[in-house]
């Protein structure tokens, strides 16, 4: 057996500290995978009170002085698009030492810069954690669904807006209802805006989209929309159509670039993300004809992310240290996104209309005029004079398109709240 | 970049001929991400009439001339448990040559004494192709679901049993109609043995055991069950109590060793196995406090086949040549069987009775003798003097006691038909 391979954990928090635990107490076993012993031989955390709860050779305080230790790779778990995170893995692999991270924002905003430096001097920068939590997604796209190229990847990639969603569908209950009672259980963050409005789904999109597709990282390259606008009505509609609404983050390869983007979609019921319940990710990722592949797995949490840091620590041991995005980081092109609005697809469409005479006829008529085709609707009860639901399926039609018919239907006196728009995902 | 890979394909089949034609097709892309040049340098095959269709090097008819070529690896796609293929794998490693190969036979019931030899030399002996075509379940179980251990694969590993039971479901057409279909259209062997008889999900199961649990591969150590004897009936009455019936691969710790069993079980509706449906198949892997993961693809065929060998390939290019099973393969350990009949589950049973008074009295008596508890039952029309249906669900029973039960019942004059029982699976 090889020499032991000498692992520093930057961030005793939730991960770091289960990525301590597996190490510590599978260590054997791990140790036999790896060819060579797995020896945590420093832990890094501001946070002394923990030093009782993860013994270890060095507990340092201050990440500079990680720079000092002799290691083979740093685990970085610190978190942070900017600061100190990338200091420390720039600093790390100047260093000469390989580096495991959790980190999506960094890895979306920085990934590309890091990889070439990593890559310069025979590196691992890895990164499997930081996507869908223990689903070995980056490692399967990077490795194995690679003979025929991939042509789209859509996915389920944050538990709290899935939770979030799947509550409100079960329930009832309002977006805001089933939020509160997210956070009470520990579901969602005390602010939750990076979740429900998307941004978290952009980090892990904007890293999928590189590994599938070979470019680099760009989360300006990415649309963005949240859920919070979601209603128990639209929720209840999808079904009565046969779908359920998702987050998904959508990279898809079209004609006129890539279309990229994080956005409620109806999803098909059958198909295997709408069964993607609760806190769980799934993700599909079409491949020519080699066929869609699908994964699911738990996204979050202490294990399953601590699960897929081990295997990329594993891996390292190894000799495992490939291109972080599955070619040389040199390689990477710049994503070219399709045009906003060019995406296509039939829309789900709901108004808040006064029931008054006409007004039907004036929003399929400025449908109409933008060549939006309706293929069914419903209107549900009569309430002469006050706000009632219209509720459309369109046929295939363009982003843009029906934006345009919306802002001149928003316009409407008759038109008592701003539509809502969410379109519907072929698969 | 490095010297080129030189690549030998045996055996230009449907997988050898979609290796060869991908590894052409996409050479760039492919070399990029292996990091050297991609280099098919001779082909084997005994059907020189192909010649035009693969133009390449050198073109050999026989396998021992493959010895005298200077290649880096060799890609078996010859088939065959014995003979001709595990003997060109021997003398591959033994020349010190990589090989990648598709033969789940060979690799079921050779695996671990091949794994010895390639590891003694620090090759690699890679298998993705041999299990659930181009999903990457191999290298997932290998690779990344490792932290915690594993404590259970279940899979649908065969499209053609899937495919057969799926139409019987969407039909109501008898087994022996549907296989006629299958084979009329190409998703049946002439010889359908292996497939419905459960043979080729055996050689698979047997291969995911050993990279799951750290085995040998032990086809010996196996219950194997096929789905001739399923009814359309069956599939009704499973469906009317929320299930559906699909031939499974199971391999589950338990404290008296691996319940190691192929099987047609009854799958509860919302699962993730109970929707894969057709040709494709699907793996549930419990990895402790990770949670369930799910994969789901297409399970055979010449690309998703070829994407998995193609996947081994660059592996092998860019130096990762680990284990074949994951660990050390002097380290695997022979598998413990749990002792035949022990696993326990609640069972669906289907009595064909006369319909004379007594008979269900007969019945539950036999059940109840060997404490085989009843939790629902239909018996649907009547026909007084003939043969009826009782179909039972059982609460949580061992295979051994309902076997044993079921044989006494057997012999009753009243009933017309051997007993059929399935066990429904939790997940």
């Known amino acids: 057996m090889s020499a032991s391979l000498k692992i520093a954990i930057a961030g005793l928090g939730t ?22 012993r797995l020896e945590i031989v420093a832990v890094c955390d501001r946070d ?30 610190i978190g942070g698009e900017n600061g100190a995170a990338p200091a420390l893995v720039e600093a790390t692999l100047k260093a000469g030492k390989h580096v495991v991270t959790a980190n999506k924002a960094m890895m979306a905003r920085h990934g590309a810069r890091l990889a070439v430096l990593a890559e310069e001097k025979g ?49 009832g209950r309002s977006f805001d209802d ?6 009470r259980l520990g579901y969602a963050e005390a602010d939750p805006a990076l979740d429900i409005g998307g941004g978290d789904t952009a980090h892990k999109l904007a890293l999928l989209t590189a590994v599938a597709f070979g470019v680099k990282p ?32 959508i990279a898809k ?41 699908f994964f699911e797995g738990r996204g979050a949490g202490e294990c399953p992310t601590a699960n897929a840091v081990i295997a990329d620590i594993v891996d390292i041991a190894l000799g495992n240290v490939g291109p972080a995005f599955g070619i040389p980081a040199t390689s990477l092109v710049t994503l070219s996104p399709s045009p906003s609005g060019s995406a ?12 008054v005479p006409g007004v039907l006829a004036e929003i399929a008529g400025h449908l109409a005029k933008w060549r939006v085709s309706i293929e069914s609707m419903i209107q549900r009860g009569r309430a002469p004079g006050e706000a009632v639901s219209i509720v459309m399926i369109t046929h295939e039609t363009s982003h843009a398109a029906v934006e345009n018919a919306l802002k001149t239907i928003a316009a409407s006196d008759k038109v008592v709240a701003p539509p809502c728009m969410i379109p519907m995902e072929a698969k």
Chains 1, 2 share one sequence.
Not at 18 to 24: D, E, I, Q, W
Not at 221 to 236: C, F, K, N, R, Y
Not at 344 to 355: C, G, K
Request: charge should be negative; hydrophobic fraction near 45%; charged fraction near 20%.
């Open 253 to 293: 390869m079209t004609a006129q670039g890539i279309d990229h983007r994080v956005q409620p979609a109806m999803v098909r019921v059958g198909t295997p993300l709408a069964d993607v319940d609760g806190v769980f990710n799934g993700i599909v990722a079409d491949a020519r004809e080699a066929g869609p592949y």
């Open 15 to 36: 991960v770091g500290g289960g990525v301590f635990k597996a190490l510590k107490a599978r260590n054997d076993a791990l140790s036999l995978r790896a060819g060579r």
């Open 178 to 183: 089933v939020l509160k009672d997210a956070q």
């Open 123 to 171: 590196l691992a920068l890895r990164f499997e954690a930081a996507v869908a939590g223990g689903i070995p997604i980056v490692k399967s796209l990077r490795e194995s669904l690679i003979a025929y190229g991939i042509t789209a990847v859509r996915g389920i990639l944050n538990g709290t807006c899935n939770y979030i969603l799947t509550q409100m569908e079960a329930t």
């Open 48 to 77: 002394e009170t923990k030093r009782a709860s993860f013994p270890t050779g060095k507990w340092l305080t201050d990440l500079q002085d990680l720079a000092a230790i002799d290691v083979d790779v740093i685990v970085e778990l």
């Open 218 to 249: 760009d989360l300006d390259a990415l649309s963005v929309q949240g859920i919070a606008h979601i209603t128990p009505e639209d929720i209840s509609f999808a079904r009565e159509f046969g779908y359920r609404i998702k987050l998904l983050g």
């Open 344 to 355: 296509s697809s039939p829309f789900y469409l709901r108004f808040q209309v006064l029931d």
